[in-house]
Structures are given as C-alpha cells and as structure tokens.
C-alpha cells in the first residue's frame, strides 16, 4: 500500500518531469501555494493527508507545472494586463496550458477533470443578491470555458447566462464570438493575451439595448417568480435562476456597473482554478511543525577526499560483503534449465529415446536481473563528530564501491545536512558517477 508521505515526498520529481526542463523544483514547506515560473510552492502539508487533500495536491502541481511548460512569462509580464483583462487572461490561459499538458500526460487530464467538477459544480456557490450583477459576467467567462472539459459545469454557466440576459441584454453574444475563436485556436500566450483584451473591449463597449415592448410587458406579468424560458436549457436552471438573478437593472445603471468592474481590486475578482487550489492548499497545512512533510533542498558542504589509509581499510573491511553481494545477485539472476517434454531440443538428452524416455527438451527460465538504485545517506551533524563520522564516512565509501561493480545497482552518497539549513542536503556521489 502506498504512503500518503511517500506520494508527497515523490512531488519534486512529478513536477521535475511535467515541467519538462531542468531546475524546475517542488518545495514543500512554506506558508502558502504558488509559483513564480521555476519552482512549484507547497504549504506545509500534514504527514498523513486525506485522499481529497493528495487529489488536491496533484492537480495544483499538475496546473502550475503546465503553467511553466506552456506559458510564456516574459511576454504577460510585457503586456501589463489591468485586473480585469488579467483574470480574463487567466481563465483562458488555464484551459490553453491544461489541454496542452493533458495531451501529453493523460493522468493530468483526470486529476483536472476531478478539480473542475469539484470545485465549480459540487461546491459551486451562487452568487448573493448583493453582489454586482457585472461579476456574472467574468463568472460566464470562467464557466464556459470549464464547461469545455466537464459538461456538469454548464448548469452553473447557464445561471450566469441568464444574468447576463437580465442585466445586460447582447453582452453573452458578444463574449460567445470571440469564446469560440479561443476554442478553435489558441497556440501560445500572446494569442491568449489578444483574445483576453477582445474580452475586455467588448465589456467596456457594451451599450443597453432597449427591450422590446411586449418582452417589458411580459417580464411585468411574469414578476420574479419565474425564468422567461426562451430555450430548453435555460429552462431547466429555474431555481438557480430564482437564487441568483435580480430586477433587470435600468440601462444607465448596468454601464455603470460594468465601469465600476474595471476599477475592482484583483481580490474582488472571480477566483480562477489555479487561485482556488492555491487557497484551499493554504488552509489544509499542517498546525504543528511535527506534523509535516518538508523536502530537503540541495545546498553546499565542504568535502574533501577520503585519506588513503583509510580508503584500503575500508575496503579490506568489506571485502566479505562485496563477495556476499555479487553471489546473492549473480544467484538470482542465472539461467535454469529443467528437462521435460516440451521446448527446445537438448541434444545431451538424446540417448533417453532408446529407453523410451520422451524428456529430450530444454526449458530455460531466467529470473529477472537487478535494476535498482541505492542511495546512502550520510549524518554529517555536529553529534557525528569524532570517531562516529570517520567510521561512518568509511562505511560509505566500502558499501558504495562494493555496490558499483555490481551490474543493474546504481549507488549514490548523499550528505546531510547542507550548510544553507536542516532542510538541506549535498551530493557527494550523484547516481550515475
């Protein structure tokens, strides 16, 4: 049965890999879940997670490690993006760099899937009745563009549609036209960006639009009690449509509202995926510092070859475990051969036939050889001092040299801890050397 530490502690290595260039890192053990485009953070997280909170913790290293794939950093820091094109630009970049890496690593796709259905459709909160009805409109964003990879999440969007609708009558359709363009094409970031200021011109741009006379005087008839159903789908989201959609606003007070929404803060803002992850992560670290799973970083140590004398001590020490070592391997990986009455013809097993002994074939079975990697960590702490560290280091070296000439072991010495804190360590012998 696999760990919950042990799932965590393998973090580094998924993102390494997922990130697909040298020097990206995972490092657990900070206050608060992000990236800054090389290293993926991770809050404290307790040793014996729940599934729910391992889910979590895949799907953010998932998310940020396409980030830092696909995204080009450089280029958004150009672009300068306000607030509000910003969260724009963060609900489409999400999708672009998820479906990129998804197409690579399909578990990705299924620990994202998880995340969205989770967080926009089973705890997916309506809106109060006193929020500005111009936040539904960066919701109806972030919710069709989810609704592209989980289809549960259309009920949401279409409750967003119909405030939109309500409030501002046109404003869907345009956001819809350039929402198909991002789904047909979107390659890189700079596309990404373009299509995130075409959102935000068309919000600023939007004009009311007078309603027809006998949709006034149906609205008048039909009070609050019910959704005008003007297709099949919007009549079946009626009770969010109830819960969440208001008065129609008068038309001079719904572009206000729209204004108002360029000058909101970034926190007042929709959360995207990437936001959401990043604050339920936060809130499920670990309260006691014994309680958490921390990753050492590579620092620096002073090291310096082992003496000479010492060096054939050692090696004269393990003289028996080398021996012991290469008999155990080379006895479980030789061939075995048994003689029966099917495979391949033992020519030594011919003179049988004369007795009418039919068991003249060769069967050969050989067990699976050794592959695996050895990694020997080293307690260089000030309570090693003295004689323990110079027997220690002698250890070392014999196991690591008695292990090398071994074929399918592939040792490695680490040190610990580094001169940069605890949580460091230093490669002495890296595997592969």
């Not at 109830?242 to 008068?250: D, F, R, V, Y």
Request: charged share 20%.
């Amino acid at each position: 049965m696999i760990r919950s530490k042990d799932i965590l502690n393998c973090l580094p290595l998924l993102a390494s890999v997922l990130g697909d260039q040298y020097g990206v890192q995972v490092r657990i053990g900070g206050n608060e879940a992000c990236t800054n485009g090389k290293v993926i953070y991770l809050p404290a997280l307790p040793m014996d997670c729940e599934p729910k909170l391992l889910a979590m913790t895949r799907g953010f290293v998932d998310h940020e490690a396409a980030h830092i794939r696909h995204t080009d950093f450089p280029a958004l820091r150009t672009a300068n993006l306000d607030p509000v094109t910003f969260n724009l630009f963060n609900c489409l970049e999400d999708w672009r760099v998820e479906k990129k890496l998804s197409s690579i690593f399909p578990g990705c796709r299924r620990n994202l899937t998880w995340l969205i259905r989770r967080f926009f459709v089973e705890q997916a909160q309506p809106r109060a009745g006193g929020d500005s009805p111009a936040l539904a409109v960066l919701d109806y964003v972030l919710l069709t563009v989810r609704a592209w990879d989980v289809e549960e999440v259309n009920m949401p969007r279409l409750a967003a549609a119909e405030v939109l609708r309500q409030h501002f009558p046109g404003l869907k359709e345009v956001l819809d036209a350039t929402l198909i363009k991002v789904r047909i094409h979107c390659p890189d970031t700079a596309s990404t960006i373009a299509y995130a200021r075409q959102l935000a011109q068309g919000i600023r741009q939007w004009e009311p639009q007078p309603q027809p006379q006998q949709q006034q005087k149906k609205s008048k008839g039909s009070g609050a009690d019910h959704c005008d159903s003007t297709s099949q789908s919007e009549q079946e989201i009626s009770p969010e449509c109830a819960s969440q959609a208001q008065q129609p606003t008068s038309p001079s007070r719904a572009k206000d509202q729209l204004a108002a929404l360029f000058h909101a803060e970034a926190q007042d803002l929709p959360q995207a995926l990437g936001d959401i992850l990043s604050g339920a992560l936060t809130r499920c670290q670990a309260e006691s510092v014994y309680e958490t799973v921390t990753v050492a970083v590579e620092g620096f140590r002073p090291s310096e070859a082992l003496p000479e004398a010492q060096k054939q001590q050692a090696l004269q020490a393990s003289i028996a475990l080398r021996t012991r070592l290469q008999g155990l391997l080379q006895a479980r990986t030789q061939k075995q051969c048994s003689i029966g009455r099917r495979g391949a013809l033992h020519p030594g097993s011919l003179h049988r036939l004369q007795t009418g002994n039919p068991r003249i074939f060769r069967r050969e079975a050989e067990q699976a050889g050794l592959n695996t990697a050895v990694h020997i960590l080293l307690d260089v702490s000030g309570s090693m001092s003295g004689v323990p560290i110079v027997l220690a280091r002698q250890a070392c070296y014999a196991v690591a040299k008695a292990l090398e000439n071994i074929k399918g072991v592939n040792p490695a010495v680490t040190a610990f801890p580094a001169m940069a804190s605890t949580s460091s360590v230093f490669p002495i012998m890296r595997h592969g050397q």
